[in-house]
């Protein structure tokens, strides 16, 4: 076998591992999603932490909005808050919208 061949095969089990991961992150946030419009959100929020810890930024947001909110946890705006911006820090567009709410209307801590 050549170089060339050996970097092909290692290129396209990269991609299939790759793809594999993508697809079970979809998954596992459409299930996330699915349990959060149902009501269930100790399961929805299980799915989202998750997902989050992966750096998932989609599950990020929903993470810091259930946070926020209180819905299946206890409510806390300091990790609600974490979570949004950690989301927005990779250029999530809806946590970068409710970040720049929270510094604009000076929310809990961030009073000026």
Same mark, same amino acid.
């Given at each position: ?30 299930v ?13 929020y ?7 810890? +992966? @750096?998932?930024a989609? *599950?990020?947001?929903?993470? /810091?909005?259930?946070?926020?909110? !209180?819905e299946?946890?206890? $409510?806390?705006?300091?990790r ?9 820090d +990779? @250029?999530?567009?809806? *946590?970068?919208?409710?970040? /720049?709410?929270?510094?604009?209307? !000076?929310?809990?801590?961030? $009073?000026n």
């Amino acid at each position: 076998m050549d170089i060339g061949t050996i970097n092909k095969k290692n290129l396209w089990i990269f991609f299939v591992f790759f793809s594999l991961n993508i697809n079970v992150a979809l998954a596992n946030q459409k299930v996330g999603l699915e349990s959060y419009r149902a009501g269930e959100y100790e399961k929805a929020y299980k799915i989202f932490y998750n997902e989050s810890k +992966k @750096g998932n930024a989609d *599950a990020q947001y929903y993470l /810091g909005c259930m946070l926020l909110k !209180g819905e299946g946890v206890n $409510k806390s705006f300091m990790r609600g808050f974490k979570w949004l911006s950690i989301a927005a820090d +990779k @250029g999530h567009v809806k *946590a970068l919208n409710v970040v /720049g709410v929270i510094y604009k209307n !000076g929310v809990e801590t961030f $009073k000026n």
